[in-house]
Structures are given as C-alpha cells and as structure tokens.
C-alpha cells in the first residue's frame, strides 16, 4: 500500500518528504483554508515539486461543467495534479468527460460501495472513501474498504484504486492496507503516531548506554588499535 499525506502545509510535507515514503498528496478546499493566504495554484505547484507523484486538487463548482473547467485548470498547472471531485451525478459526468482529455480524477467523499462502483466506471483514476467519517457514525469504515475491493477485484477491467482517507489513527493505516486499499493518504500527525513506539526508545537508550559504558572501559591503547 502506498502512502500520501493529506495536507496543503507546504513544511509539513517538506518534513514527511525527507523520510522517503511519500507517493502522492491530497488537499481539499478545508485542507487549503488553514493555509492562511496561501495561493491555490502556488501551493498546489509547490506541493508538485516537493512530492514526484499525484497532488489532488479539489473542484468547487458544483455542476459538471464547472468541474470541467476547473480539472482543465488545474491539470495545466503540474502534470501529477489530479482532480478532485464529490461522488454525485454531476462528479460522474465530470469525471467521465475530464478522462476523454487524459485527465485523471479522485472521486471524493464516497461513503457507500454504490458510489465508489459507479465513479470506477465512469473512469476515477482513484476513489476516496472517507473511513474515519464512517466511524464517527459507528459504522466501520474498514468494511467499506474490504467491500469496495471484493467489488473491483471481481472485475478486470476496473483499474481505479482505492484510497483510503479520513484516516484518523494509526490503526486506520493498518487496516486499510488489510482490507485492500492501495493508497492511504495520512495526516503527518497520524505517520508521526504510527512510528513513535516506546520499546524503540528504549531500546536507543539501552544500545547507547551499553556503548558508552563499553568506550569508558577499553584503554587508550586499546581504543587507538580498535580506530585503525
Ligand atoms: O482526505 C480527506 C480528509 O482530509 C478528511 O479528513 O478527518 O476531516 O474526515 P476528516
């Protein structure tokens, strides 16, 4: 399963960059309003030269021919920006006509396997279902990503993946990839969560310790043989 972090935080993703892991990102319009000032097209270009894969961006028009426009605008900034739409029938349309022009889409806000089928054929490049939102329900959004992947999987001739979003824990990231999806995108709050264990600083602790004692006890000369 791949990782994308879902921010428009230009040092948060600068920080997640440096480890090496990230395949992509996503915004949405919340994502962006936190970046006080920010510049949608700068940002989204920036995000483009910081990360060598998908940058979603996210159309607000709300009928498919604002869709269009909007996709056609944001495909010309950066050729891995890819086009954020919700799954109603006007995303589908948008979706379906922005592939006709090699435009690549994620379908956005899917909550059930209906949507998340329907954006599939209509040509999403990927889908998001939004887990954590399902469970603030009590509903498991893992389920959902189980179901959306038994679907895909029976045919062949789908190739739109799934990327698990609203992901609130670290144990989402897990289960996710359990469950089939291919792509997480995670807040750098949740990759931080997922890699701190306090057994691993532990063991630095002990493993430097021992070292230091060990460097405390060798004589000089002995230290000087071991450095030739
Ligand atoms: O990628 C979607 C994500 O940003 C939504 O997360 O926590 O607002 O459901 P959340």
């Known amino acids: 399963m791949k990782i994308y972090l879902d921010t428009a935080n230009l040092n948060e993703i600068r920080e997640a960059a440096r480890w090496g892991i990230l395949s992509g990102v996503t915004t949405n319009p919340s994502l962006l309003a936190k970046e006080e000032g920010a510049d949608f097209q700068d940002t989204i270009r920036t995000i483009a030269g910081l990360v060598d894969g998908p940058i979603s961006a996210e159309a607000v028009s709300e009928d498919a021919d604002g869709m269009v426009r909007e996709g056609r605008e944001f495909a010309a900034w950066h050729p891995n920006v890819i086009v954020k739409v919700?799954?109603?029938?006007?995303?589908?349309?948008?979706?379906?006509?922005?592939?006709?022009?090699?435009?690549?889409?994620?379908?956005?806000?899917?909550?059930?396997?209906?949507?998340?089928?329907?954006?599939?054929?209509?040509?999403?490049?990927?889908?998001?279902?939004?887990?954590?939102?399902?469970?603030?329900?009590?509903?498991?959004?893992?389920?959902?990503?189980?179901?959306?992947?038994?679907?895909f999987e029976q045919d062949h001739d789908i190739e739109t993946q799934i990327l698990a979003a609203s992901i609130?824990?670290?144990?989402?990231?897990?289960?996710?990839?359990?469950?089939?999806?291919?792509?997480?995108?995670?807040?750098?709050?949740?990759?931080?969560?997922?890699?701190?264990?306090?057994?691993?600083?532990?063991?630095?602790?002990?493993?430097?310790?021992?070292?230091?004692?060990?460097?405390?006890?060798?004589?000089?000369?002995?230290?000087?043989?071991?450095?030739?």
Do not use: Y
């Not at 939004?130 to 009590?138: A, H, M, P």
């Not at 359990?178 to 264990?197: F, M, S």
């Open 168 to 228: 609130r824990h670290p144990r989402h990231v897990i289960e996710s990839a359990l469950a089939g999806a291919h792509i997480a995108t995670c807040p750098l709050r949740v990759l931080k969560q997922g890699l701190t264990h306090p057994l691993t600083d532990r063991g630095i602790e002990r493993f430097l310790s021992d070292w230091r004692a060990r460097e405390a006890t060798r004589t000089p000369a002995a230290a000087g043989a071991g450095s030739e």
């Open 86 to 151: 919700p799954c109603t029938a006007a995303g589908l349309e948008a979706v379906a006509r922005l592939k006709e022009d090699g435009i690549r889409c994620n379908v956005t806000l899917i909550f059930n396997a209906n949507q998340a089928l329907m954006a599939a054929l209509a040509g999403a490049f990927v889908v998001s279902p939004f887990i954590g939102r399902l469970d603030d329900i009590s509903q498991d959004g893992t389920d959902l990503i189980r179901e959306i992947a038994a679907i």
